[in-house]
C-alpha cells in the first residue's frame, strides 16, 4: 500500500516580536564586528557533531535550502514580517516531488528480473518476459537501503510494467532512480538514462510527457552492472507537488562573517536589519559546554529610518532533522522544562546504530526546538503551508497542530 504523503510542518517554531523587538540605529553602540568576510564553499550554521550538522551551501543564506553535510536538505527556514511585508532571510522551500508509480522508498513494487543477458528486443514494450523472474524492488546487495530481492551477480535486467494514473497537464513528472554501478534505463522502448562507470542514489531526471501513455500501459526496462562491491536498482515515477512555495519575497544580504564559533549574516528588510548569529559554543575550556547537543540562532532587528515598525519573525523546522528516510514515520510532541518551550521530533522506530554505509544520517534520538517563555512568542506544530501563509497575513501562527505520529511529509 502506497503509504500517504501528509502536508504537514510537524516541527514549526515561531517567534513573534512586535515593536520592543526593534530598535533604531542610534540605539546600538557600533563597534566592530569579529569574524572574516570571505567567500566560503559552505557556511556552517548548526555544527553539533558529524550527524547532527547543517549548512547553507549557497553565498545568499536564502538561495538554496539548508543542507545536512551528505546533500540531503535538513530544511530550517527564518522570515520576518516588517509592517505587514513578509521577507524570507534562510533556508528555501523546497516543494517535495510526489509518487505517482512509486519507488521502493515507498511500496516494493513488482518487477520482473533476469541475471543472464536476455535476448534483443528485451527493452521494449512489446517483449515477452514470462520466462523471467518475479521479484519486489528494490534488487540489490542484501540489508542496502530498500532491496527487497537480493542481486548478487554481476549483472541484472528489470523490467516494470504499470499503468500511468491520470495526471495534471500542467504537472511536471520526473524519474527518480536510484543505481549502482552501471545503468541505462528504458521508458517504452526509448533510452533516457545511460550513466557509464558510477552509482548514484535518487537522481531526478525531468520526462517528456510524450513518452508516457498517460492513463494506459507503460513499461520501464533497466540494466545495471555491478563492477563490485554494492549492487542497487530502483525507479518510480513522480510529479510536482500542488503546494506552491508561499515565502516569495526574499531579504537582501549585506554580509557574512565566519569565527571560531559564530556565522553571522546581515540583512535589509525594507527598513528594518536583521542581524542574525548562528553560535556553536564549542569552547575546549569548558568541556560540559563542549558536550551540550546544543546549537543557538541569535537575532536583532534594527531600524534603518529612525522610525518604530511592527516586526514579527519566524523560524521553522521539519522532521527531516531526524530521519534518514522521508518516508520514515515519526512522532512529534511539545512541551515545556522550566520557562523554556520546545517542539520534539524523532522516528517512532528509533533504530539505535542499526545502520551503516555512506550517505547515512542518524534516525534515533530526537530533535528539539525551543525557546524560553515569554509572552509575544509561540511555538507551534501545523500545516506546512497553511503556517506559512497565517504568518504572511496576521503575523501569527496557528496553535491547532496536535501532538501524534505520521509518515513524514516530504519524498525527495
Not at 540605539?27 to 564553499?41: H, I, L, N, S, Y
Not at 497553511?386 to 501524534?404: P, Q, T
Request: charged share 25%; with cysteine; aromatic share 10%.
Amino acid at each position: 500500500m502506497l503509504k500517504s504523503t501528509i502536508n504537514k510542518i510537524l516541527t514549526v517554531f515561531t517567534i513573534a516580536a512586535l515593536l520592543g523587538a526593534c530598535s533604531s540605529q542610534s540605539e546600538v553602540t557600533q563597534k566592530e564586528e569579529a569574524g572574516a568576510e570571505f567567500r566560503a564553499p559552505a557556511y556552517p550554521l548548526i555544527t553539533i557533531d558529524p550527524y547532527t550538522s547543517a549548512w547553507s551551501m549557497s553565498d545568499n543564506l536564502f538561495d538554496t535550502p539548508v543542507k545536512h553535510w551528505t546533500g540531503r536538505n535538513h530544511s530550517l527556514i527564518g522570515a520576518i514580517r516588517v509592517d505587514g511585508e513578509t521577507y524570507r532571510f534562510l533556508g528555501k522551500e523546497e516543494i517535495p516531488l510526489e509518487p505517482v508509480v512509486a519507488n521502493a522508498k515507498f511500496e516494493a513494487w513488482d518487477g520482473k528480473y533476469v541475471t543472464k543477458k536476455p535476448a534483443s528486443g528485451w527493452e521494449k514494450p512489446e517483449f515477452n518476459a514470462s520466462s523471467w523472474k518475479s521479484g519486489k524492488a528494490a534488487f540489490g546487495t542484501p540489508n542496502m537501503s530498500e532491496t527487497a530481492t537480493p542481486w548478487e551477480t554481476e549483472h541484472i535486467w528489470v523490467r516494470r510494467q504499470f499503468t500511468m494514473p491520470e495526471v495534471n497537464s500542467e504537472s511536471d513528472l520526473f524519474l527518480v532512480y536510484s543505481h549502482d554501478d552501471d545503468f541505462e534505463l528504458y521508458l517504452n522502448g526509448k533510452e533516457i538514462v545511460n550513466t557509464g562507470n558510477r552509482a548514484k542514489s535518487n537522481v531526478v531526471l525531468k520526462l517528456d510527457r510524450n513518452l508516457l501513455n498517460i492513463g494506459g500501459e507503460n513499461t520501464i526496462a533497466a540494466h545495471c552492472w555491478d563492477r563490485g562491491g554494492l549492487a542497487y536498482v530502483d525507479f518510480g515515477v513522480f510529479k510536482e507537488s500542488d503546494i506552491k512555495p508561499v515565502f516569495a519575497q526574499t531579504a537582501v544580504q549585506n554580509s557574512v562573517k565566519i569565527t571560531a564559533t559564530q556565522t553571522k549574516y546581515d540583512f535589509t528588510c525594507g527598513p528594518v536589519d536583521l542581524r542574525v548569529e548562528f553560535v556553536s559554543p564549542l569552547l575546549m575550556d569548558d568541556l560540559d559546554l563542549l558536550s551540550r547537543p546544543v546549537n543557538y540562532i541569535n537575532y536583532e532587528a534594527v531600524s534603518t529610518d529612525g522610525k518604530s515598525h511592527d516586526v514579527e519573525v519566524y523560524f521553522e523546522a521539519t522532521p527531516e532533522w531526524a530521519v534518514n528516510e522521508l518516508n520514515q514515520q515519526v512522532e512529534v510532541t511539545s512541551g515545556k522544562t522550566g520557562n523554556v518551550s520546545f517542539l520534539k521530533t524523532g522516528t517512532t522506530e528509533q533504530p539505535v546504530l542499526e545502520r551503516k554505509g555512506d550517505n547515512i544520517r542518524i534516525d534515533w534520538g530526537y530533535f528539539f526546538l525551543a525557546s524560553p517563555e515569554a509572552e509575544n512568542k509561540t511555538l507551534a506544530i501545523g500545516d506546512f503551508a497553511g503556517m506559512k501563509k497565517s504568518f504572511i497575513e496576521s503575523g501569527k501562527v496557528n496553535v491547532g497542530g496536535k501532538n501524534g505520529q505520521s509518515d513524514h511529509p516530504r519524498p525527495e
